[in-house]
DNA sequence: CTGGAAATGAAAATCATTTTCAATAAGGGG
DNA sequence: CCCCTTATTGAAAATGATTTTCATTTCCAG
């Protein structure tokens, strides 16, 4: 079993043990898995990955490690529409982004960009609903969808 | 068989003509129960309504019409992460609005409020993302959620 | 009115995710 | 280092929303 991004997994295996799980093999491999793919991958995608290294996993403790990782806040879980959910670890400064999504080929991008911009109207924006609607905002959700280079041509 | 906004139902049913489907019993009962009940309804949720008017309805049919309600462009569907599609009818002049969903109890509170900034930074962020990834932008989806008044007591 | 295509409804199929439950493994205390 | 308790695992079955199939019914143009 290889380690890429070992320093990180250290961080995120701390997480769970300090979360008061047990730190298992597959929890291990799982996350060696995320660490190790940047793409937006679905539970079945990281269950084919992580067969290979590790042939016994079941696919439910795919779905319930990655539940478990979300919780810690170790995962991000998101839904393109396309009926599976999609997850990808959160990588140190990469955190805050949002999902550009192709229509055509399903593929997803990640930006950053004018999230300062974002951030500003985000602000005004929750503070006008809070206090029109007395709600009290505690997440967004922001995806543009579109047709990306590749599918035009 | 009773019809509320009547001048509507004959605007959206001459929309399902134009684009070349017959007007059936129950696409027009479907339409009738979506044009008098201004919430965001399951397909379950529908089917119920519309089985009080018309016994003989089949699931299979309020998913089929609500697909069809879609792309005529009739109807809305959201997807407020509870597993399950909701649907809405567009009415005349409340067309764009976002959603705000408590995740306490479910309760989702439309709002067109703060749109023209919204607006604003989505023209923006809209131009910059095509110009830097080269993707045409077709559509985009903002949710907020939180904790609804009455949740919070 | 009528024929043929479109639409319907019941039942079965799909498919991602969850639940159940008996077997196994982690890791703190001795 | 070894146990013991309890968390975790994996196989199989269950779930639940949505889709497909297919025989029957309905719409509506001619
Ligand atoms: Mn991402
Ligand atoms: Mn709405
Ligand atoms: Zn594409
Ligand atoms: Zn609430």
Redesign the pocket.
């Known amino acids: 079993m290889r380690f890429g991004r070992r320093g990180f997994c250290k961080a995120w295996q701390g997480q769970i043990?300090d979360a008061?799980?047990?730190?298992?093999?597959?929890?291990q491999v799982i996350l060696d898995v995320l660490a190790n793919n940047t793409g937006h991958l679905?539970?079945?995608d990281i269950y084919l990955k992580v067969h290979k290294i590790?042939p016994?996993?079941?696919?439910?403790?795919?779905?319930?490690?990655l539940?478990?990782l979300v919780s810690v806040g170790v995962v991000l879980k998101s839904d393109f529409g396309d009926?599976?959910?999609r997850f990808e670890i959160k990588i140190k400064d990469k955190t805050h982004h949002h999902h550009l999504i192709c229509t055509k080929c399903s593929r997803v991008i990640d930006y950053t960009d004018f999230i300062d911009k974002e951030l500003k109207l985000l602000a005004e924006t929750k503070k006008g609903l809070s206090e029109k609607f007395d709600f009290e905002i505690t997440g967004h959700l922001i995806q543009f969808y579109g047709v990306c280079k590749d599918c035009r041509s």
Do not use: N, V, W
């Open positions: 043990k008061g799980y047990r730190l298992t093999i597959p929890r679905s539970a079945e590790y016994q996993i079941g696919l439910t403790t795919i779905y319930r490690t539940d478990l009926g599976r959910a």
